[in-house]
């Protein structure tokens, strides 16, 4: 309750605290809160506060699957928090933005944002900011399967949280830290290790107050359970899968859990504990799982079971509904590649102001220009020579053209042959769009996933076609190409040049198939 008599200000850092405890089991009262903030905010009209109350619905519709109000919200606290100066709060917007990347398996795009989010705050070696980015890349490289460099992330992440024992929710995060780490070391092979972790987790919840913890109780329950599965222990197996039904799966924050839930029951199915991953599965189904990235995964852990099973004709059904999904999936991702593309324009438009241009200068210093895998320019080189073409362009009043391509049928030649063949694949295809963009003078770079980018300066529609029938030449038809040219104006968005030609692809996909 806030007493009468009080500074406005103080009125507003006591909302914002209220905002900070409300916000770490988001529900009704933190938007009632969040209202109270904005008409604060309206009234101050002050950078740093507007920041904070847009982070603030951000992270609350984190927590609703609620996307585009996420996106909307988080696009405003970055607008704010790059003129106030807030590198910390700006970190975790980034972080945010990644988590939700991450979220629609857009892994590349959230490895990248967790970079940038990293960099505003390494100064900060004991920032609670700093430990969280830590945690969640590790969390991130984990999915992607390199678990060494995951425990090495999450390892530097526990210790800062530790030493801020004055925060409330300290003891969980903690706990939630060592689970991560702990199934860190189980996907590795290291059961001693695993086991290991999970005893100091149960010895620091035994001490916690039980309201503070909740959440990690129910993450150690789930890890314990996954562990008893590697161990073949089937007396725990029965114990733990049914206190993962009843206190995980439908509890009140399955969201939070649902892809740990399915690792959960994958591994069951590999184990060959199929009463177990047929209960999982139908509690699952129970629940609502929006996103179409998870919902695949729930599809495949179906597949797996009904091929266990024998159950063949469920099987291809499932195997349908797996490929609509992804097709939706992909619809998804190249929304959020473009967001990522915005989120990097905020940086770019405020380059002419001398804090955030030191600050932009050193996120892009930090970055690597050059693609690992494929040797091509990366998204970060695309950016730079996108605004120096468009840039050359409106002075000169010559067009600038943008092509966007991609594979076609990637993750179905992934599915079949392997992800090893996919990037030899990947390789192939940049070895001879290099080659042919050398000989025609052109800018080409790996836009992410299975996707290119061209830049045609100073060209006609019809030179790119020319080139549009060289790509498929080159690739024996494995690419698809879609393009957008014209004269850039002062209104004109890199942007709106990227989204048009990225709509021409995508007709284009489907008038092929």
Known sequence: MIETGTTQNERIEAIKEEIRLAAQAPGDRVFVLLRRLKTKVDAEKNHALSGFLYYSYAYAYSFRDDHASLIKYLELAVHHLLRAKQPELLARSYNLFAIEAQNYGCFEVAFDYFSIAASLVQDEKES????????????????????RLAVSHIEKSIP??????????????????LVNLAMCHLLAGDLKKTERVLRRVEKLLKKANPEQVESARQWYTLGCARLAVAQKDKKRIGELSEAVRKQVIEGDNFGEFIREILYYCEELIAARELKMAEEVIHSIDRMKITSEYLLGFFMQCKIDYCRMVGDFRKMMRFYEERHRLYEKQQEIQRMVYLESIDFMHLLEELRQEEALARQENTILQQRAETDALTGLPNRYAMNRQLEEAFLEAEETGQKVGIGIADINDFKKYNDTFGHAEGDCLLQQIAAALRSMAKEEDLSVFRYGGDEFVFIY???????????????????????????????????????DFLAEADKRLYRRKKRRS
């Open 160 to 177: 800062i949280v530790e030493k801020h024992s004055e925060d409330v929710w300290s003891v969980q995060n903690t706990a939630l830290g």
């Open 457 to 495: 300066r100073n060209m006609d529609d019809k030179d790119i076609r020319r080139i549009d029938a060289m790509i498929l030449k080159e690739t024996d038809g494995k690419l698809s190409h879609g393009f957008y040219n014209a004269v850039p104006t002062q209104e004109t968005k890199i942007w």
């Open 128 to 147: 609670l900011a700093l430990a969280y980015i830590e945690a969640n890349t590790g969390d991130l490289l984990a999915q992607m399967g390199d678990y």
